[in-house]
Nanobody, 122 residues
Framework: QVQLVESGGGLVQAGGSLRLSCAAS????????MGWFRRAPGKEREFVAA????????SYSNAVKGRFTISRDNAKNTVYLQMNSLKPEDTAVYYC???????????????WGQGTQVTVSS
């Protein structure tokens, strides 16, 4: 497994931007597919975005497509989530995850970070 630590969350007004980071340690970062998930108050955890090991394939949920961008820097053992045009409904705890391959379900990941809070005010 790999240890994951998210950062970059905070409070932002609607229409603003944030960039989340997830630093990995413990195993070879480049061997993992990476994903971002979120859990809003009173809701189930949902998929946000994923990226494969070689950075040439990404996927997004319909809710964030066109606004969020996932990327990774294998030299820095870090995955990012650039979030633009934020909406109040993006308010959630955001989690990064690592697994054997990029996936759009939580079952595809076996390591999780502790989460970082993102709050978007209207």
């Amino acid at each position: 497994q790999v240890q994951l630590v998210e950062s970059g969350g905070g409070l932002v007004q609607a229409g603003g931007s944030l960039r989340l980071s997830c630093a990995a340690s413990g195993r070879t970062f480049s061997s993992f597919g990476m994903g971002w998930f979120r859990r809003a108050p009173g809701k189930e955890r949902e998929f946000v975005a994923a990226i494969n090991r070689s950075r040439d394939s990404t996927s997004y949920s319909n809710a964030v497509k066109g606004r969020f961008t996932i990327s990774r820097d294998n030299a820095k053992n870090t995955v990012y989530l650039q979030m633009n045009s934020l909406k109040p409904e993006d308010t959630a705890v955001y989690y990064c995850a690592a697994g054997p391959g990029p996936a759009s379900t939580a079952l595809g990941y076996n390591s999780w970070g502790q989460g970082t809070q993102v709050t978007v005010s209207s």
